[in-house]
Nanobody, 124 residues
Framework: VQLQASGGGLVQAGGSLRLSCAAS????????VGWFRQAPGKEREFVAA????????YYADSVKGRFTISRDNAKNTVYLQMNSLKPEDTAVYYC??????????????????WGEGTQVTVSS
């Protein structure tokens, strides 16, 4: 599975962006997909995840109620709709795929595949 994240950009606080994670590979629908982010000088952190069928999602507390993750397996794409953006959401955002599902504490080393990041910058 190869992943490519896109959709990042510069937005004012309170604005919205939608990130996309396009995947190649026939087995994409059997993977859970997570979004992670890494701000300058900080460790990479979990943001949101969606199960292979799209029926289950999980969010970090910091984005709950503002971000929505979804997937379209027919298009091999996972989306992250980000609303009410804050300056602290500024980071490089990465998507990753895993063959298992965690109900909490998504581990970085549990991902089988990573995409290139896309920069999100939120100005105050």
């Amino acid at each position: 599975v190869q992943l490519q994240a896109s959709g990042g950009g510069l937005v004012q606080a309170g604005g919205s962006l939608r990130l996309s994670c396009a995947a190649s590979g026939r087995t994409f629908s059997s993977y859970a997909v997570g979004w992670f982010r890494q701000a300058p000088g900080k460790e990479r952190e979990f943001v949101a995840a969606v199960k292979w069928g799209g029926g289950s999602t999980y969010y970090a507390d910091s984005v709950k109620g503002r971000f929505t993750i979804s997937r379209d397996n027919a298009k091999n794409t996972v989306y992250l709709q980000m609303n009410s953006l804050k300056p602290e959401d500024t980071a490089v955002y990465y998507c990753a795929a895993a063959p298992v599902w965690w109900s909490s504490s998504w581990p970085l080393n549990g991902m089988d595949y990573w995409g290139e990041g896309t920069q999100v910058t939120v100005s105050s």
